[in-house]
């Protein structure tokens, strides 16, 4: 256990961002971290996640998490190993999830960390198949939308990390899955995942053509993690009775209301009995145990496939997250920020 | 019992209609009606509705019923007096709701057809308050809504057939009712029927901050029957699992997608984890018995009050209907076609 400081870097947020982000939103400082106070841990950081919905968190305004307000670390899941603790329950070489964000080095306390034991996976997956994106594919899927068998399932952002697990899932319960990806090589690993159809949105001069030839049955389950002219294209092609559910609005985050799409296919909702709810997956939290149990064992199973687009080091975060609107990623988003020092685990 | 043909004259569409309907778009014919054939019936036509919801079928596009064609009788409910009957559940002089629409005679089956008695209500009321505008606020809040004691259930055209009795049903759930509607008499009338509060639309600069200060703890309940920038003010002022129903989209019928007002506020859908249904009374049919039932005993109590704007003769229905769309009714707009001929009823 060390009582000196150690230096981290950290990327703060430099200016709010209102559009699509840019580098440029960011700062990287360097800064002294110190020792664990009482009942306090100094963790290093391992992976960092790249979440498009955070953008929804740096325009300045309330979201259903607080507005990050200039100069605070960026946030996101964390995937890292106890440098030294001051809590009875962790140890130095421990690994743990948490949200302490973009920073090489963070002193936190027990709240909101998870221990996590190295399995066939790499651990990376705790921020990806097994962390917030999993956990938001199953309980979107399973829990708003569920499809019967036979139904088609559409799902925006295929090839991302939510709707590529949650296309995923709806094939387990028996349904037609048809994801709606951007470009040959998104498109290529949809199929290979399994998905029934796949469209691309990028080569199609009409979405709502598109997607009624590809559903010539009409949606049952929507799973939209885009929202704007998408959402509305598919609201065009709900089934009777077909349920959307908002997981993420990538087309409007940080976009002001004026200058966003706009439904406006709000009749079919009276005429095809239409229900479109959004989800927050941590209103979960009380079965995150139960989902990540399914999530492991269809994975080692081999019915749940991931990717992840690994960028190396923390100054790429920015750079990573800006890509992530240019729909650069395959999979989950994430950042190495450090590597796993491997030393035995010793006791507390 | 006649075996002459009758004169009638019948309200037909004229020309489709896109954006707010004119008297111009009906025309009016006279027809001769044979008597009825075996298993049928001949009825007089007393009294007719006029449902802005019609709108959704005469623009010549398919909607959660079939379209209206050029030269159809104008649908509506309509209340009548069976003339002669060649079926053996009915006879000359019963009193009958039926859909045969804007005309003085017709000859119908039994099919959708229900006798009703002389109660202590005008007959007109079983279009109105016992008919489908009742029984669309009976399900819509008590199915969909559901509000919970102390919330808030916010009620657009609250001085309209559905408004105003959805309004006291939810009051009678124990909600903190609030209405919205156009001008100082219809605001008056809405706070008699016991709203907690009334929002005057047309005397607001401000939508949006209107709800909010009417909705301080913000609007559990949406039901909606005007769409466009009304849905989206409300959408900012949902509390936290807040639900809509749209009942109606009253802004949006027969005016193109790309001219509607577009909903922008889908964002909130995710941070306060809306959901939003379309609603189709009929879908409750086989309960309407039900509602009935409680309906009439909330009436005859006092506990739900009800008024009707009536237009003298069926010339006047294509105006009434245009009427709607300006707001010009309080209550559920009616036509009075006949008078009942008051004999006694002959056996069969």
Chains 1, 2 share one sequence.
């Not at 230096?7 to 800064?31: C, M, N, W």
């Not at 996976?121 to 921020?127: M, R, T, V």
């Not at 908002?246 to 079919?268: A, D, W």
């Not at 590597?339 to 006791?347: G, H, I, Y």
Request: glycine share 12%.
């Amino acid at each position: 256990m060390s009582d000196s400081t150690l230096k981290s870097r950290q990327v703060v947020l430099a200016r709010y961002i209102h559009g699509h982000p840019s580098p440029e939103d960011f700062r990287t400082e360097t800064i002294d971290i110190p020792a664990p106070g009482d009942g306090q841990l100094r963790v290093r950081t391992l992976y960092a996640s790249v979440d498009p919905g955070a953008l929804a968190r740096l325009g300045g305004e309330a979201s259903y998490v607080p507005p990050m307000a200039l100069g605070d670390v960026m946030a996101s899941a964390v995937v890292g190993e106890v440098v030294d603790s001051r809590h009875e329950q962790f140890s130095p070489g421990d690994l743990v999830v948490g949200s302490w964000g973009w920073c090489e080095v963070a002193v936190v306390g027990p709240k909101g960390l998870r221990k996590v034991e190295p399995g066939p996976e790499p651990l990376s997956a705790e921020l990806g198949v097994f962390g917030i994106p999993g956990l938001t594919s199953y309980f979107s899927i399973l829990e708003l939308g569920k499809p019967r068998a036979g139904e088609t399932v559409l799902v925006s952002s295929a090839a991302g990390a939510v709707g590529s697990v949650a296309g995923q899932i709806a094939k387990l319960q028996g349904a037609r899955v048809v994801g709606i990806a951007g470009g040959p090589a998104k498109c290529a690993w949809v199929r290979e995942l399994g998905f029934d159809e796949v469209l691309d949105y990028r080569a199609e001069k009409d979405l709502t053509a598109a997607i009624q030839r590809t559903c010539p049955e009409g949606v049952g389950v929507y799973l939209d993690n885009v929202g704007g002219a998408m959402l509305d294209a598919a609201l065009l092609n709900m089934a009777l009775r077909g349920r959307v559910v908002l997981s993420g609005l990538i087309t409007e985050y940080g976009v002001p209301p004026e200058q966003r799409h706009g439904l406006k296919h709000t009749p079919r909702f009276i005429t095809h009995r239409l229900r479109m709810e959004g989800f927050v997956v941590f209103d979960y939290a009380d079965r995150f145990r139960e989902a990540r149990a399914a999530l492991s064992r269809w994975v080692s199973e081999g019915k749940v496939k991931y990717r992840e687009h690994v960028a190396e080091g923390l100054e790429s975060a920015p750079s990573a997250f800006a890509g992530v609107f240019r729909g650069e990623n395959l999979g989950r988003m994430l950042v190495r920020v450090g590597s796993p020092s491997r030393t035995p685990r010793a006791p507390s």
